[in-house]
């Protein structure tokens, strides 16, 4: 791929999501885990590239997953952690979680997590997951200054006006003052990154078959991401050599 040789001899910012683009997609959010092979290649890429990962979870939580790993900085919570997040943000999730557990029916398998600057209503585990959707958009219809981002089964809330992964991919880009990135996710989050900077300054990358999305590019398959990090560290080995 030519275009990815270009964007390698730029002054490029590497940067990820976490589940679902260097980790798959695991039955619960506690058990996803990095592959051996994408551990190492990370570690590789982040000695060539400034790399960061821009993750929903939680900063605590995100640290903990790439402990070991020398990427150079992680924002939570979509952008809200480390710094854009205030306690006005966290007042008004508070109050989400609240409505939410009174209004959402009680079923087996749902699980509201609450993330401090933002709330994730999980139904992976639901049996009608169909009926459960449905409550949950209602349910939601009644919160106050939401943003709702449709995930891996399971339902993002943000608060509105908020920052968002974009935002937080471009803040990345200043603080290391690079010209250009590369932003790989795989979820409607993801989006905000993707539309952040112009084609020339992006190379955007969606993984997965989805058909709409503003990324320019796709990689079919999770897996794929361990082919891309080799082949970006492989185009700085061969510029140093
Ligand atoms: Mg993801």
Redesign the pocket.
Known sequence: MPVLAGFAASNVLLAF?????LAPIAPTPASARMRAETRRWLARAARRYPCVVISGRTLDDLSKRLSRVPVWYLFGNHGFEPSAGNEGHAARVRAWADSLSRRLPVHQGLVIEQKKYSLTVHYRHVRDKHRVVEAIVDAVRHLPDVRAIGG?EAINLLPLGGPNKGVALQEARRLFACDTAIYI???D??EDAFASAPPDRLLSIRVGTRRQSRARYRLPHQRDVDTLLQRLVELRATRRA
Request: charged share 45%; net charge negative.
């Open positions: 999501d976490y589940d679902g683009t891996a996710g795989d979820d989050t993801d």
